[in-house]
């Protein structure tokens, strides 16, 4: 079976240009250090592809094995490794200076249910006018929100103003 078919970074049969590679047979035993016409008689002889699996190692290290196999395996692997892959979200909750104690419970509420579900939330306070004058009160409302859910979460660093907005994360403990 003579595929010839180009990928990103594996060649097979004849693409392989290396004069002597390292054999591994179709069971997973190790022939040696054969040419490559050798090797490439081997893998005709069972039927199967020489697929260079190493190509930095010296000699390339190359095996006997059915190459649509073994690409339909790798992709496969591939899907489960993303399936147990966990994907930190970042959601912002957005307060202004002049907010109301009950807003800042409902608001709270969110933040804790975001960060029970595992994301990072960026709090921001916003300032717009006259308010950039008064940034201490953007600082009580953040500490009145992260000693709100100091139980299940912490600021990540300290807050930082950017042009008009003071901002702080509070990630899970």
């Known amino acids: 079976m003579i595929i010839s078919k180009k990928d990103d970074s594996q060649r097979i ?17 190790q022939i040696g250090i054969v040419n490559i016409q050798e090797a490439l008689r081997e893998a005709e002889k069972s039927g199967l592809d020489l697929v260079e699996v190493s190509p930095n190692a010296s000699p390339p290290v190359c095996k006997i094995l059915d190459y649509g196999k073994y690409k339909y395996q790798q992709q496969k692997h591939e899907k489960e490794n993303r399936k147990k892959q966990h994907v930190i979200q ?8 002049g907010i109301d104690v009950h807003d800042i419970e409902t608001k709270t509420k969110k933040i804790r249910e975001f960060i029970e579900d595992g994301s990072k939330v960026k709090v921001t ?7 950039m004058a008064h940034k201490e009160y953007g600082q009580k409302i953040i500490d009145i929100v992260s000693e709100k859910v100091s139980d299940i979460a912490k600021m990540e660093g300290q807050p930082s103003i950017e042009g008009r907005f003071l901002t702080v994360f509070l990630v899970a403990k």
């Open 13 to 29: 049969n004849q693409e392989i240009r290396a004069p002597k590679v390292r054999l591994i047979g179709e069971n997973g035993n």
């Open 90 to 97: 970042v959601k912002e909750i957005r307060f202004r200076p």
């Open 125 to 131: 306070v916003m300032f717009r006018g006259r308010e």
